[in-house]
């Protein structure tokens, strides 16, 4: 494990010597009225040569004394009406430039340093700071249940190895919603995967189970960052299947998730997308969670190639007809890997 350290750079409290010290650092709105505050917490304005220069040393000076391996670099409140003196002009570009400028200078100085990006969440994720970051943390909310659509809609900019994605504590802390360990691990599987949860907190079995997964994510972990991510169009809108090819189409992983109770019964089968129609595909369950943990098995016949623990199967009849997936309860996930017969 590497020391990484939390830090909110541009914002500054009243009641501090800083700001005491500088006024004048401190983005105001036209007229020099102070902005609304927000958490506490005003805006320096970086593109004063002044502020930059501190914030731009004491950054470096932290990276210099303690071994440091990566930045969360977060900002926790709007820029909103903040104008530049003395014409009161929209300071949101100078600022923007001005971010821009210090993640280059601290790079130059500390070339290994690694650097997340998060403001309230997914706040600021675009082209350019993708550029200079490492990681983003798409959304504050750690609920598998919410971060299956943020996580699908994030990745449509953001690989996989720079999408944070933290298993949470059993009561999401954001929602207040309580959702089985082996669905929140399925769910950050597919992303840069993490711990929020206080293990502390956590029975035996539990950081057990947890580890069977963080072992399996380190596995998987190759194709998982590597890949080619695939979405399939399922007509049900209660279930959702994710995945990720190889670049010579010989492996594929993907989670069958199902977020609300269907109307449909059983699911219609589901096209693998991504792999070789003119090669043979063996698919089975992979991970943690097997067909003899029940999902599997509800409310129906089980479906014997779960049971008999895989099938091999023509490329072009997984990719056009599909194949029959199993039914599950609401926030229920399983993993699904096709391996090419001939790899």
């Given at each position: 494990?590497?020391?990484?350290?939390?830090?909110?750079?541009?914002?500054?409290?009243?009641?501090?010597?800083?700001?005491?010290?500088?006024?004048?650092?401190?983005?105001?709105?036209?007229?020099?009225?102070?902005?609304?505050?927000?958490?506490?917490?005003?805006?320096?304005?970086?593109?004063?040569?002044?502020?930059?220069?501190?914030?731009?040393?004491?950054?470096?000076?932290?990276?210099?004394?303690?071994?440091?391996?990566?930045?969360?670099?977060?900002?926790?409140?709007?820029?909103?009406?903040?104008?530049?003196?003395?014409?009161?002009?929209?300071?949101?570009?100078?600022?923007?430039?001005?971010?821009?400028?210090?993640?280059?200078?601290?790079?130059?100085?500390?070339?290994?340093?690694?650097?997340?990006?998060?403001?309230?969440?997914?706040?600021?994720?675009?082209?350019?700071?993708?550029?200079?970051?490492?990681?983003?943390?798409?959304?504050?909310?750690?609920?598998?249940?919410?971060?299956?659509?943020?996580?699908?809609?994030?990745?449509?900019?953001?690989?996989?190895?720079m999408l944070g994605a933290h298993i949470s504590s059993p009561v999401a802390p954001t929602s207040g919603r309580a959702l089985p360990l082996d669905f929140r691990c399925a769910i950050a599987l597919f992303g840069h995967m993490g711990i929020e949860w206080d293990l502390t907190e956590a029975s035996s079995s539990e950081r057990a189970r947890l580890a069977e997964w963080v072992a399996y994510y380190k596995r998987r972990r190759r194709l998982l960052h590597s890949g080619t991510v695939v979405h399939a169009d399922v007509p049900d809108p209660s279930y959702r299947l994710?995945?990720?090819?190889?670049?010579?189409?010989?492996?594929?992983?993907?989670?069958?998730?199902?977020?609300?109770?269907?109307?449909?019964?059983?699911?219609?089968?589901?096209?693998?997308?991504?792999?070789?129609?003119?090669?043979?595909?063996?698919?089975?369950?992979?991970?943690?969670?097997?067909?003899?943990?029940?999902?599997?098995?509800?409310?129906?016949?089980?479906?014997?190639?779960?049971?008999?623990?895989?099938?091999?199967?023509?490329?072009?009849?997984?990719?056009?007809?599909?194949?029959?997936?199993?039914?599950?309860?609401?926030?229920?996930?399983?993993?699904?890997?096709?391996?090419?017969?001939?790899?």
């Amino acid at each position: 494990m590497e020391f990484g350290l939390w830090v909110e750079p541009e914002m500054v409290n009243l009641d501090s010597d800083l700001a005491r010290a500088h006024p004048e650092w401190i983005l105001t709105a036209g007229g020099g009225r102070m902005l609304g505050a927000a958490r506490n917490q005003q805006l320096l304005n970086l593109s004063d040569p002044g502020a930059y220069a501190h914030v731009l040393n004491q950054l470096d000076a932290l990276l210099n004394e303690y071994p440091i391996g990566y930045l969360k670099w977060d900002h926790n409140r709007e820029l909103g009406e903040g104008g530049l003196p003395p014409s009161g002009r929209s300071a949101a570009r100078a600022q923007t430039e001005a971010v821009y400028r210090l993640i280059d200078a601290l790079r130059l100085r500390h070339p290994g340093l690694e650097i997340e990006t998060c403001a309230s969440g997914g706040g600021r994720v675009d082209l350019e700071i993708l550029e200079r970051t490492d990681r983003v943390w798409g959304s504050d909310s750690t609920d598998a249940h919410e971060r299956l659509d943020l996580q699908r809609w994030t990745n449509l900019l953001v690989p996989y190895e720079m999408l944070g994605a933290h298993i949470s504590s059993p009561v999401a802390p954001t929602s207040g919603r309580a959702l089985p360990l082996d669905f929140r691990c399925a769910i950050a599987l597919f992303g840069h995967m993490g711990i929020e949860w206080d293990l502390t907190e956590a029975s035996s079995s539990e950081r057990a189970r947890l580890a069977e997964w963080v072992a399996y994510y380190k596995r998987r972990r190759r194709l998982l960052h590597s890949g080619t991510v695939v979405h399939a169009d399922v007509p049900d809108p209660s279930y959702r299947l994710h995945g990720v090819v190889d670049e010579e189409q010989n492996e594929a992983l993907y989670a069958w998730v199902c977020t609300a109770s269907s109307t449909v019964w059983p699911p219609p089968p589901v096209a693998l997308p991504g792999i070789d129609p003119d090669r043979h595909y063996r698919v089975a369950l992979d991970g943690p969670i097997t067909a003899v943990d029940g999902i599997a098995t509800h409310w129906g016949a089980p479906l014997e190639w779960l049971m008999s623990g895989g099938v091999e199967l023509p490329g072009r009849m997984l990719t056009s007809a599909g194949i029959a997936l199993p039914e599950l309860f609401a926030d229920r996930a399983v993993i699904i890997r096709a391996i090419a017969i001939d790899y």
